[in-house]
C-alpha cells in the first residue's frame, strides 16, 4: 500500500506550521531555549515545539482534571499540560533526574503553574503502582525509557477512566520500527506498538506527528 500524502517537512514548512499553531509564551520559549543552551546532547529528548499546545488542546479537550506524565525531562511538555488545566487540577510528574527537572521546576513557577504539578523524583513504576488503582486518571503523557513501555502501559490503562487518553510519544522511534532486529534501538517500540494496537481495551491511532505519536483512548 503506497502513503496518501507525499509532503515532505522542510525546515521552512516546520517554521509554518510553528507559525500556524498557537505560539509558545515567553516562559515555554525560554525553557526550549535553555535546554538546548544547558543540555545540548539530550535536547532531542524535549517533546517537539508543536506538542506543547497538542498536548494543552488535548487537556482541553479531555476536560482533563488529573494528569499522569511519565518522563518529565526538562519540564516543557508539563509546562504546556499544566497550563491549560484548571486551577484545581494536578499533574503527577515522573522523573528520576533532579538536574533535569530543575529547570523544569523554575520555568513552572515562572508560569505560575508550580502548585498544580507534583514532581515525583522516582523510578516511574514505584509512583504508578502506589497510585490509587480506581479509574481516576483523565490523561497520561508517556516520553520515558522505550524499554518499560509496555509495564507503564499496564499500570496506566486499569487507572485511565472510560474516555481517558494516553499519549504516547517516539511511538516510529527515528524510523527504526522498521529494522527488525530484536537487537535494534526500535524493537522495544514496536514491541509496544503492537501490544497497544492488540488492546481491546483502548481505540489507539499512531500518527506521523515529529517522532510519532500514538493517541489511545479507553473505551
Known amino acids: 500500500m503506497t502513503k496518501g500524502n507525499s509532503t515532505k517537512i522542510t525546515d521552512e514548512l516546520y517554521q509554518y506550521v510553528l507559525a500556524h499553531n498557537p505560539p509558545l509564551d515567553d516562559v515555554q520559549r525560554g525553557l526550549v531555549a535553555t535546554t538546548y543552551e544547558k543540555f545540548p546532547q539530550s535536547a532531542g529528548m524535549q517533546s517537539a515545539q508543536e506538542q506543547g499546545p497538542l498536548l494543552a488542546f488535548l487537556?482541553?479537550?479531555?476536560?482533563?482534571?488529573?494528569?499522569?506524565?511519565?518522563?518529565?525531562?526538562?519540564?516543557?511538555?508539563?509546562?504546556?499540560?499544566?497550563?491549560?488545566?484548571?486551577?484545581?487540577?494536578?499533574l503527577i510528574a515522573c522523573d528520576v533526574s533532579e538536574e533535569w527537572t530543575a529547570y523544569g521546576r523554575e520555568a513552572w513557577e515562572a508560569a505560575g503553574v508550580a502548585d498544580r504539578i507534583d514532581l515525583r523524583i522516582a523510578p516511574a513504576l514505584d509512583?504508578?503502582?502506589?497510585?490509587?488503582?480506581?479509574?481516576?486518571?483523565?490523561?497520561?503523557?508517556?516520553?520515558?525509557?522505550?524499554?518499560?513501555?509496555?509495564?507503564?502501559w499496564e499500570e496506566l490503562v486499569p487507572r485511565l477512566r472510560p474516555g481517558g487518553l494516553i499519549v504516547?510519544?517516539?511511538?516510529?522511534?527515528?524510523?527504526?520500527?522498521?529494522?527488525?532486529?530484536?537487537?535494534?534501538?526500535?524493537?522495544s517500540v514496536h514491541a509496544?506498538?503492537?501490544?497497544?494496537?492488540?488492546?481491546s481495551r483502548m481505540e489507539s491511532v499512531l500518527l506521523a506527528i515529529s517522532d510519532g505519536l500514538t493517541l489511545s483512548r479507553k473505551r
Open 59 to 90: 487537556v482541553r479537550l479531555t476536560g482533563a482534571r488529573h494528569i499522569v506524565e511519565v518522563g518529565t525531562f526538562t519540564g516543557f511538555s508539563a509546562l504546556s499540560m499544566a497550563q491549560a488545566l484548571p486551577a484545581d487540577g494536578r
Open 127 to 152: 509512583t504508578l503502582r502506589a497510585m490509587p488503582a480506581q479509574e481516576h486518571i483523565d490523561l497520561a503523557y508517556v516520553d520515558a525509557d522505550k524499554q518499560s513501555q509496555i509495564l507503564y
Open 168 to 187: 504516547t510519544d517516539n511511538t516510529l522511534f527515528h524510523g527504526t520500527v522498521l529494522d527488525g532486529s530484536p537487537e535494534s534501538r526500535g524493537a
Open 192 to 199: 509496544f506498538n503492537e501490544h497497544v494496537a492488540a488492546d
